[in-house]
């Protein structure tokens, strides 16, 4: 009967490890991710450093579990909406800064762009509720 309550004791001390990773994290009610830099129609030439504002929240590395802590997402001219349950996609339009950086040179090409910061948890999904950014409209010449 000893065995039997170890395995089940040890199976829910797993489970429990697994869930703190689980997507879905909490956030504040009341916390604020914006930009720092640029502001919303800005003409920027060439390259530029984006500098990112959050409040009510901690920085931190992607895979820290931290409570109330993430890492920044970048997004670039991406028009639908991330999926809750899935984790915030990597390629040249969605930019990750998992070593914590709260600014980044970005290089885009002469154009206009929308730009959008999502806040990930550990494991690169949104918070629950999401923490994002309005969206702001740059110009590069």
């Known amino acids: 009967m000893g065995l039997i309550r170890i395995i089940m004791l040890s199976t829910t001390l797993t489970l429990l490890t697994f869930a703190a990773y689980a997507q879905g994290t909490p956030a504040p009610k009341d916390a604020y991710l914006y930009f720092v830099w640029p502001q919303d129609g800005a003409v920027i030439k060439g390259s530029f450093w ?8 901690g920085v931190t590395h992607a895979g820290d ?9 970048l997004l ?11 984790p915030i996609p990597q390629d040249k339009s969605h930019l ?18 929308t730009l959008q910061l999502v ?6 999904y949104p918070f629950d ?13």
């Open 119 to 124: 806040l990930g948890d550990a494991k690169h």
């Open 129 to 141: 509720p999401p923490v994002v950014s309005r969206k702001i409209n740059v110009t590069i010449r």
């Open 65 to 73: 579990t931290f409570a109330n802590a993430g890492h920044h997402h």
């Open 50 to 57: 984006a500098r990112f504002g959050l409040r009510n929240m």
């Open 96 to 113: 990750h800064f998992g070593a914590g950086q709260t600014e980044a040179r970005i290089e885009l090409p002469p154009g206009r762009y």
């Open 76 to 86: 670039i001219n991406v028009t639908e909406p991330l999926n809750p349950k899935e």
